[in-house]
């Protein structure tokens, strides 16, 4: 039986700032194609400033939605940009949708991933297929929930979840992007991967890994 | 091969901006006790004026906070290089600006920005400031015409919040503040080009590449792509090509007026930019057109960038009148 707890959590924001910070040239590179070249940069800022908000954490006496709402504040704070509302936003609703709950069973964690791709889409108003950060969260997410439903356990869910959202990711590549700064290329934005679909994927990949 | 930088260490770069800024202008300048991302006008917010906050990513200087000053912007929230300030600092802003009569959030139309200043604006409401939000959209490369809120806001930023600043200055009403914001951005229009590329502080590489002899028409002041890429032509060629696609959308008559801004992107020189600003002259002599102002110089850069824009800002004497209401800047003076 699953259970995720705050220092699980924690665990999980650390891989991801060790995975982000270690795909930081290429998501630059990616942007730099696209856009302005500071996608990388600006997602290791982001998860650099929660593992130091997250570090002073009495965990033993920390609730995941008191974890991810301080994740969220620190995100949001150390970035701005796109991505600073996009996952601060994503982190509040995962936050919201464990609330009161001291441990995470595998439904409330397929729950607050659910949570966290309808947020980053509420925030950026963007639909599939309009090359974005959208394209990797959002199948990942249905991919997640339908294998939970179909009696898959956390550790498959979740590579459900990764394959969804590389498949997603890859499939930006053949997207004129609708949203964003790369949005006034239009037709010169073709045969080129979304950095933040990109970065979605290392992201979830980090998520995977930590809470299989 | 990494660019060379007069930096000590690229991820402080934004924070020691700051400092020298509020060291060299400490009669024009403060920063918010706890909030030294929200810089604050000394002589600017005041009881019954509307208030204007203005701001963006870093990288752009002398946009924002040059334009921070009585008669001019009250605040301007500080972003990372080429970042959209968070929330909090734009709202600590709010909360400096407001003197009981309504703020006015102006940045370029980018979609971080906007998602960060409305999230700002959300808080703002919950401590009874209302907030409007104009959005500046001068960037003529950056969407067709009949897309017009899809385009950037650019050099341009210069004119509007002149206009605007001037407005609140004069203690219109929220209505007619944000109505002659509005209008200032409906009669601004701005056209780039690009010779050599930029490079963020954090990475020290060229954010894009282009041919030694090319040049690149349109492109956005964070060296988004632009309209079309092409061999380097000369000053007159450029400067037409540019002003053409303003002219055609502005569509002036004889007898009107304009005010010019020719600005570099951060490293092409003065002696060029008055080149152009000659061709500017001549051509809007040719159509009957006459130039009210000219400014020139660095307005709204890209950190090193090489190129320049050029922007027309259509006057009736509204306008005319707001370009022309004094106001006093760190980095900035009129009247």
């Known amino acids: ?212 | 091969m990494q660019t060379k930088k007069i930096i000590n260490d690229g991820n402080r770069t934004v924070d020691e901006m700051l400092e020298g800024i509020l060291a060299a202008h400490p009669r024009h300048l403060k920063s918010m006790e706890g909030s030294p991302r929200s810089i604050i006008a000394r002589d600017g917010p005041r009881q019954g004026k509307v208030g204007l906050v203005i701001g963006g990513g870093s990288g752009h200087e002398p946009t924002f906070l040059g334009f921070v000053g009585k008669g001019l912007a009250d605040a301007a929230a500080i972003g990372n290089v080429f970042a959209s300030p968070p929330p909090d600092p734009i709202l600590e802003c709010a909360k400096a600006a407001s003197g009981g009569a309504g703020v006015l959030f102006m940045y370029g139309n980018y979609a971080g920005d906007v998602m960060n200043f409305d999230m700002a604006a959300e808080m703002a409401a919950m401590d009874d400031i209302e907030v409007r939000t104009v959005l500046t959209t001068d960037d003529v490369a950056s969407a067709p015409r009949d897309q017009r809120q899809k385009r950037r806001g650019v050099a341009g930023n210069f004119f509007i919040f002149k206009a605007a600043g001037a407005a609140c200055e004069r203690m219109l009403s929220f209505d007619e503040c944000e109505r002659i914001a509005r209008k200032a951005n409906d009669h601004t229009f701005t056209m780039g080009v690009a010779l050599s590329p930029c490079s963020l502080p954090q990475t020290r590489r060229p954010n894009f590449e282009i041919g030694p002899d090319e040049m690149e028409i349109g492109m956005g002041i964070h060296g988004e792509p632009g309209i079309a890429r092409g061999k380097l032509k000369t000053a007159d060629e450029i400067t037409d090509e540019m002003l053409d696609k303003i002219v055609d959308e502005m569509a002036p008559a004889r007898g009107d007026k304009v005010a010019v801004l020719i600005n570099s992107l951060g490293s092409t020189p003065l002696m060029e930019l008055y080149i152009m600003n000659r061709r500017v002259k001549q051509r809007l002599d040719d159509i009957g057109v006459s130039v009210h102002a000219t400014w020139v110089g660095n307005y709204c850069t890209s950190l090193e960038m090489a190129g320049a824009s050029v922007t027309l800002m259509h006057l009736d004497a509204e306008l005319q009148t707001m370009l022309d209401h004094p106001c006093d800047c760190a980095m900035f003076r009129a009247g």
């Not at chain 1, 609703?93 to 791709?117: E, H, I, N, P, S």
């Not at chain 1, 199948?139 to 939970?148: D, R, S």
Request: hydrophobic fraction near 50%; charge should be negative.
């Open chain 1, 1 to 212: 039986m699953t259970s995720i707890d705050a220092a699980d959590l924690k665990r999980m924001f650390d891989a991801i700032a060790v995975a982000i910070e270690a795909d930081k040239d290429r998501l630059c590179q990616l942007d730099g194609v696209i856009g302005d070249a500071d996608h990388g940069i600006a997602m290791a800022l982001g998860f650099g400033a929660v593992r130091d908000a997250l570090a002073p954490l009495e965990l033993t006496a920390t609730e995941p939605t008191v974890l991810l709402n301080t994740a969220a504040k620190s995100f949001l704070n150390a970035v701005g940009a796109s991505s600073g509302p996009l996952y601060a936003t994503a982190f509040m609703r995962g936050a919201a949708a464990v609330k009161g709950k001291a441990t995470l069973a595998g439904a409330d964690v397929v729950a607050l991933f659910q949570a966290m791709a309808q947020g980053i889409q509420d925030r950026g108003k963007a639909e599939i297929g309009e090359k974005t950060m959208v394209d990797a969260w959002l199948p990942a997410a249905q991919a997640a929930a339908a294998a939970h439903a179909a009696g898959k356990t956390l550790s498959e869910s979740l590579a459900a979840a990764l394959e969804a959202a590389e498949r997603g990711a890859e499939a930006t590549k053949d997207m004129i992007a609708a949203k964003g700064r790369s949005s006034r290329l239009g037709e010169r934005s073709l045969g080129h991967i979304d950095p933040g679909a990109a970065s979605a994927v290392t992201v979830i990949g980090a998520m995977r890994k930590s809470l299989a």
